[in-house]
Nanobody, 128 residues
Framework: EVRLVESGGGLVRAGGSLRLSCAAS????????VGWFRQAPGKEREGVAI????????YYPKSVKGRFTVSSDSAKNMVYLKMDSLKPEDTAVYYC?????????????????????WGQGTQVTVSS
């Protein structure tokens, strides 16, 4: 059974930093894309950071590039998201995701519909 369990969310002031963690289990970690999506109230889910556990390639949208850093630890089956220079518009529920690398084509890495496995989510609130 695949399990993704997030931790580390909370309340932070604009300009501050947070680090999210995701404990993964139940799948061959090195064969998967893992990372993070978010959903703000009234908005669609958005892919914010994905990493290939196979070769370490990372993917970010323009909205977070340069501020967010995704990393993974294959020995511990952990995924991390370091968020710096946080803005009020980063407020959202953040979800850990995973899917087999072979099932995702180039250019699809940040598309919601290609991820079968999701955590329960952790709230991040950025105050102005």
């Amino acid at each position: 059974e695949v399990r993704l369990v997030e931790s580390g969310g909370g309340l932070v002031r604009a300009g501050g930093s947070l680090r999210l963690s995701c404990a993964a289990s139940g799948f061959p970690f090195d064969e998967f894309f893992v990372g993070w999506f978010r959903q703000a109230p009234g908005k669609e889910r958005e892919g914010v950071a994905i990493i290939s556990s196979s070769d370490g390639t990372t993917y970010y949208p323009k909205s977070v590039k340069g501020r967010f850093t995704v990393s993974s630890d294959s020995a511990k089956n952990m995924v991390y998201l370091k968020m710096d220079s946080l803005k009020p518009e980063d407020t959202a529920v953040y979800y850990c995701v995973a899917n087999e690398i072979d099932e995702i084509l180039g250019g699809q890495e940040l598309q919601e519909g290609h991820y079968d496995y999701w955590g329960q989510g952790t709230q991040v609130t950025v105050s102005s």
